[in-house]
């Protein structure tokens, strides 16, 4: 199979390799592009803070909650200028508070018609590229944190042993920083237990051609690859992580210490993490 040099472009874009190199991996995967991509990350030639999906538009996060759900939306528009004005932010606060008021997930004919009027007056295109939303219990809790501008946004949900631990300030001070640490890191997975076989499958591959390169003895590799391993998912994980205030513990050792100072149970349950653009 013939490799462009959009392919080429393509796969750098993505892993950071230089283009000889990607060009050498889409060659060696006869074009297959996650194929070449696994070689890259075999090789050690792929950068693991390579991100595909780049910021392309201009927009802002909103989120919305009451008692009983949270909502977060990105609003999209085409200029920095628009995501400013006083209609463009009264769009987006009234797309999120709809979401949160009439459980709404997807987009529907209500809020195409209310992104369709602010159109109208601001005379540029827009758009909700996603919309996250989610159900709060009596012994559940959510905070917000809007970062930048409302360039990024996310939601964090605790679940404690009763309302009470939820309403404790020591647990809504630990859900806000939770927050400040998921807007920090973005961790993909909240806990190990969320990572996919697959992913995990693929990663004990890459690092065990990358171990085997090394020509040590096949216990060796195995340590190697373990080792390997376990820091790769703390790096994911974001209750493995050392947490933002405080990076002498981990975030899990951070949760279970406010849950012993408060006399009762926490857990973080979920996550939800916007970046205009991504």
Same mark, same amino acid.
């Given at each position: 199979?013939?490799?462009?040099?959009?392919?080429?472009?393509?796969?750098?874009?993505?892993?950071?390799?230089?283009?000889?190199?990607?060009?050498?991996?889409?060659?060696?995967?006869?074009?297959?592009?996650?194929?070449? =991509?696994?070689?890259?990350?075999?090789?050690?030639?792929?950068?693991?803070?390579?991100?595909?999906?780049?910021?392309?538009?201009?927009?802002?996060?909103?989120?919305?909650?009451?008692?009983?759900?949270?909502?977060?939306?990105?609003?999209?528009? +085409?200029?920095?200028?628009?995501?400013?004005?006083?209609?463009?932010?009264?769009?987006?606060?009234?797309?999120?508070?709809?979401?949160?008021?009439?459980?709404?997930?997807?987009?529907?004919?209500?809020?195409?018609?209310?992104?369709? =009027?602010?159109?109208?007056? &601001?005379?540029?295109?827009?758009?909700?590229?996603?919309?996250?939303?989610?159900?709060?219990?009596?012994?559940?809790?959510?905070?917000?944190?809007?970062?930048?501008?409302?360039?990024?946004?996310? &939601?964090?949900?605790?679940?404690?042993?009763?309302?009470?631990?939820?309403?404790?300030? +020591?647990?809504?001070?630990?859900?806000?920083?939770?927050?400040?640490?998921?807007?920090?890191?973005?961790?993909?997975?909240?806990?190990?237990?969320?990572?996919?076989?697959?992913?995990?499958?693929?990663?004990? =591959?890459?690092?065990?051609?990358?171990?085997?390169?090394?020509?040590?003895?096949?216990?060796?590799?195995?340590?190697?690859?373990?080792?390997? &391993?376990?820091?790769?998912?703390?790096?994911?994980?974001?209750? *493995?992580?050392?947490?933002?205030? *405080?990076?002498?513990?981990?975030?899990?050792?951070?949760?279970?210490?406010?849950?012993?100072?408060?006399?009762?149970?926490?857990?973080?349950?979920?996550?939800?993490?916007?970046?205009?653009?991504?």
């Amino acid at each position: 199979m013939a490799v462009t040099p959009a392919d080429v472009k393509k796969l750098r874009d993505a892993t950071d390799a230089g283009m000889l190199d990607c060009k050498k991996a889409l060659v060696e995967a006869d074009g297959d592009f996650a194929k070449a =991509e696994k070689i890259l990350k075999e090789k050690g030639l792929a950068s693991a803070g390579k991100r595909a999906g780049r910021a392309t538009s201009a927009g802002t996060i909103f989120t919305c909650l009451t008692d009983t759900k949270a909502a977060a939306i990105e609003l999209n528009c +085409e200029t920095d200028f628009v995501a400013k004005t006083d209609q463009f932010i009264a769009t987006g606060k009234a797309v999120a508070e709809v979401c949160v008021r009439k459980g709404i997930t997807e987009v529907n004919d209500e809020i195409e018609t209310m992104v369709k =009027e602010a159109i109208a007056i &601001l005379k540029e295109n827009m758009g909700v590229k996603k919309i996250e939303l989610m159900d709060i219990a009596e012994n559940e809790m959510v905070a917000e944190y809007s970062h930048n501008g409302g360039q990024i946004g996310v &939601l964090i949900k605790l679940k404690c042993d009763s309302a009470a631990t939820c309403a404790r300030d +020591e647990v809504k001070g630990l859900a806000f920083d939770l927050a400040l640490h998921g807007a920090a890191f973005n961790p993909p997975y909240v806990s190990r237990s969320a990572v996919p076989e697959s992913y995990v499958k693929e990663q004990e =591959e890459i690092f065990t051609t990358q171990a085997q390169n090394m020509d040590k003895p096949a216990n060796v590799v195995a340590g190697i690859v373990k080792g390997k &391993l376990n820091k790769h998912l703390s790096q994911i994980c974001f209750v *493995d992580q050392n947490f933002v205030k *405080d990076d002498k513990v981990t975030v899990k050792k951070a949760i279970e210490d406010v849950a012993k100072a408060v006399g009762g149970t926490v857990e973080m349950t979920g996550y939800a993490y916007f970046m205009v653009g991504q």
